[in-house]
């Protein structure tokens, strides 16, 4: 079996490097969407709660309360069905985002090149299937 030479080792490493630094900047693109939209909505529901307070401490009649807490629910639920919402879509076009890139070629186009590079085929092509094969566990497309 033939080694992996330095340029080899090099161009994957920077493969992999330029890879992670991609799921990374995804990742962080992510988690900031993901704390504003959760700011927002405990905010949201922090000010209905101190409006249904103060709406509860200004009523008079004790038997007017329960009514007035149960038309509270309504927009409270529906708050929690958009932040549901909100949060399926900013988790479903990161992922998006993340297979698209992932399968744009940029990465891919390095990986090809390295192999090229080196007259060792068998070796790139057994190492080519087995990231392959992880890639295909994580990317169903």
């Known amino acids: 079996m033939p080694a992996i ?7 994957q490493l920077a493969m992999q490097v330029d890879f992670l630094s991609q799921v990374s900047h995804h990742t962080i693109d992510t988690l900031e969407q993901l704390s504003d939209l959760n700011m927002h909505t405990a905010r949201r529901m922090f000010d209905e709660g101190i409006r249904l307070g103060r709406a509860l401490a200004s009523c008079n009649d004790p038997m007017q309360m329960g009514a007035l807490a149960m038309r509270a629910i309504p927009p409270a639920a529906e708050g929690w069905r958009n932040w549901h919402g909100a949060l399926v879509n900013v988790l479903t076009n990161s992922g998006a985002t993340l297979a698209r890139d992932a399968n744009d070629g940029g990465w891919q186009a390095a990986r090809g090149a390295s192999s090229s590079a080196a007259g060792n085929a068998a070796s790139v092509r057994s190492a080519r299937a087995g990231f392959e094969d992880m890639g ?5 497309t």
């Not at 030479?5 to 161009?11: G, K, N, S, W």
């Not at 295909?136 to 169903?140: D, F, G, Q, R, V």
Request: charged share 15%.
């Open 5 to 11: 030479t330095l340029p080899d080792l090099r161009a």
């Open 136 to 140: 295909a566990a994580h990317n169903p």
